[in-house]
């Protein structure tokens, strides 16, 4: 293992010391328990959004704080789910008192916890809504899920969601329209190497030069099939293919087009992974009207990608240009 690290058992909390420095005046990163705020928190009148979950993923979440996204997120160990009581923190530290609301990655932990935290925030006379994000069309349960996972359409409804709060709209609108991001939104990646967790040391699972996973999970979970490796067009055609039949996108549709790495894949990749993307979705009369092309929700050091697209309206559009000010993602601020 070559990682730039001291102790693997330090790597999360002296992470959370680094993002304190770099965005001082910006975030406040609190310890014991971890969580990660804005720094105008708590704003009076506007709706708390709050996420979270293992560490390994970043930007997700804590490069998605800030305004315009964001108020909290809280950071668990390595792919492991952050506890009740820093989701509880973190509502806490944020509600501006016109409730929170939480969005949720689906992984058993992740939404076991949250609903805990959310239990004991109500139990404190706060509000709390949770939505819970299922986009993932590789497979139905996994090692670490009932049902479809979460994975791109949590960048997106956490953007979404976040210019609806910031306009003032209330809890039940802001939840409604996690809602509609989800169920408009279908993803699916590819692996073309494991990823190696800081405490274990090797890689999470065996992967042969020639050979790739295609539909794995964000952890390292297995995915539909090993398929012998192929360019880049093979890959595209194979996932896309799955995603807009899924849903099914039809022509016509305008779409949020997310290329994201997985956190070992070159920037040079995705954007020929997007040149593909872009040429199959016009073949079937789909319209990327918006794109988003780097690397957002990674699994440590796996090479590989995934593509996520969300069906449009011009709600759904407004809302994506508004400004936004956070470490992962930042326009129009």
């Known amino acids: 293992m070559k990682k730039l690290i001291n102790r693997p058992e330090d790597v ?47 930007p997700m979440h804590g490069g998605f704080v800030g305004p315009g996204m964001l108020d909290a997120a809280c950071p668990g160990e390595v792919f492991t789910s952050p506890t009740p009581d820093q989701m509880l923190a973190a509502t806490q530290a944020v509600d501006g008192g016109a409730g929170s609301l939480h969005i949720v990655k689906n992984y058993t932990g992740d939404v076991m916890n949250f609903e805990m935290a959310a239990d004991l925030a109500r139990d404190e006379g706060l509000t709390v809504e949770q939505v819970v994000i299922d986009d993932d069309v590789a497979v139905k349960d996994s090692l670490y899920t009932a049902g479809r996972r979460g994975v791109g359409a949590t960048v997106l409804a956490e953007k979404i ?28 990646g590819v692996a073309l190497t494991s ?90 009369g789909i319209t990327i009207a918006r794109n988003l092309v780097g690397s957002y929700i990674t699994s440590l050091d796996m090479a590989g990608g995934s593509i996520t697209l969300l069906r449009l309206d011009d709600e759904l559009m407004r809302l994506w240009d508004a400004p936004v000010d956070t470490p992962g993602l930042r326009w129009g601020a």
């Open 161 to 188: 969601c976040g210019a609806a709060a910031d306009e003032g709209r209330p809890l039940a609108d802001v939840a409604d329209l996690c809602r509609k991001v989800n169920e408009c939104s279908r993803s699916m």
């Open 12 to 58: 999360v909390r002296e992470e959370l010391a680094g993002i304190a420095l770099a965005h001082a005046g910006r975030l406040v990163v609190h310890t014991d328990p971890h969580w990660i705020a804005r720094a105008d928190a708590p704003v009076a009148g506007k709706v708390a959004l709050v996420s979270g979950g293992g560490s390994g993923h970043e």
């Open 195 to 284: 990823c190696t967790t800081p405490m274990a040391g090797r890689p999470t699972f065996d992967l042969p030069d020639d050979e790739m996973e295609v539909g794995v999970g964000i952890h390292g979970e297995p995915g539909r099939e090993r398929r012998p490796l192929a360019s880049a067009r093979e890959v595209v055609e194979a996932l896309a293919e799955v995603v807009v039949d899924d849903l099914p996108y039809v022509s016509g549709d305008r779409v949020l087009a997310l290329v994201n790495g997985m956190g070992g894949t070159p920037l040079m990749e995705l954007y020929v992974v997007y040149g593909e993307l872009h040429r199959v979705l016009e073949g079937r």
